[in-house]
């Protein structure tokens, strides 16, 4: 017998009603309840939220694709499904089953990106936080065959950023063209994204070389399995010091988290022959910049990677609950909201913030 929750009418979350309101916290909103679920619809209870640099994108609208408003943020979330839709078919999951909630909240599974793999492309796909509502409230509405089945072993808050960073740079690393012993560049290693891609890099057998700045993300990565460092703030010419870290011949690949034009426009300089450079982290409005006279020469390749679908969002999660990949984060409550984006913002977290959605 499926196991019954009790579901409340009103619940705390954090609400963005225009992008130049401030973000308010508030304890009544609307709980969707069983009953007003369509068929394949689930309500999942959420233990916690991760905070992702996309959900401040979202909250100040300055990309060029605008987010829903007034908007509930977040797309990081793990809790338990409390009821499904009624006349729901052929799910997946079931009630009481801990699920996580990504970026990718639907995609229709029958356009032409769907049936290629690249369900997070919909033509008619919904993103949690952005288009509908996500992660930063108590309750969230989701859909059956979108959720994705935390595995036992691995705790909730450690779920959490695997669900849209982790997924992120697994699927970027999985099609870099990388084998086992290349290097790969990864530009942001201390940030979010690029703590995870560390050690997933390094799980696949990859050398790392780790760019970013200070004495705290420098300690992070390295303990993490960097092999090299290269500070961007101190360094007279990152692009010498990343050939010279990587055999004098620049690396087989980088993966791109920063959202910063500029590490675009190096990775092109410091990759060898036939490198590829996968475009991953997202500036509010930049273009890509490459000299065409070397990408052609050198033969590189230029990769765009947005997110994942479902299949990465399982392997990724394997690969943690394995022990491979473990995400440094800080638990804080869901008040701490603003100021996670202010120092997101500048650029002041290591590792990634995780919402305690009990609090």
Not at 243 to 252: F, K, L, N, R, S
Request: a neutral charge; aromatic letters at 6%; proline letters at 5%.
């Amino acid at each position: 017998m499926a196991p019954q929750f009790t579901i409340p009418k009103t619940q705390k979350a954090a609400i963005v009603e225009h992008t130049a309101a401030p973000l308010k916290v508030v304890d009544n909103h609307p709980v969707k309840q069983p009953s007003e679920l369509a068929p394949g619809e689930c309500l999942v209870e959420l233990d916690c939220s991760g905070v992702c640099h996309t959900d401040l994108h979202a909250a100040k609208g300055d990309w060029p694709i605008p987010a829903k408003l007034p908007l509930i943020g977040g797309h990081e979330g793990v809790g338990r499904i409390v009821a499904i839709g009624e006349h729901t078919q052929g799910s997946p999951v079931k009630v009481g089953d801990r699920v996580g909630i990504k970026w990718l909240a639907y995609s229709c599974l029958d356009c032409e990106p769907c049936r290629k793999g690249l369900e997070q492309s919909c033509l008619k796909g919904k993103y949690s936080g952005f288009t509908v509502d996500g992660t930063f409230s108590q309750y969230v509405v989701s859909w059956v065959t979108h959720v994705t089945p935390i595995p036992d072993g691995l705790s909730s808050a450690e779920a959490a950023s695997i669900l849209c960073a982790g997924i992120t740079v697994y699927r970027a690393i999985k099609y870099s063209k990388t084998h086992i012993g290349d290097w790969i560049v990864l530009p942001g290693a201390g940030g979010g994204l690029g703590h995870l891609a560390v050690q997933y890099a390094v799980a696949m057998g990859l050398r790392v070389v780790a760019v970013d700045t200070g004495a705290e993300k420098k300690e992070l990565v390295m303990k993490l399995g960097a092999e090299k460092w290269v500070d961007f703030k101190e360094t007279k010419d990152l692009v010498k010091d990343i050939v010279e870290a990587t055999d004098g011949y620049g690396a087989h690949a980088a993966v791109v988290t920063a959202a910063n034009p500029q590490a675009y426009a190096q990775a092109v300089d410091y990759l060898r022959m036939g490198g590829t450079l996968m475009v991953v982290g997202l500036p509010a409005r930049a273009n890509l910049s490459a000299d065409i006279f070397f990408t052609v020469i050198k033969s590189i390749s230029i990769l765009g990677s947005y997110v994942g679908n479902r299949q990465d969002a399982r392997e990724a999660l394997d690969i943690a609950a394995r022990g491979k990949v473990k995400c440094y984060y800080q638990l804080k409550p869901l008040s701490a909201l603003a100021e996670t984006y202010e120092a997101l913002a500048e650029g002041k977290i290591a590792g990634r913030v995780v919402l305690n959605m009990k609090e």
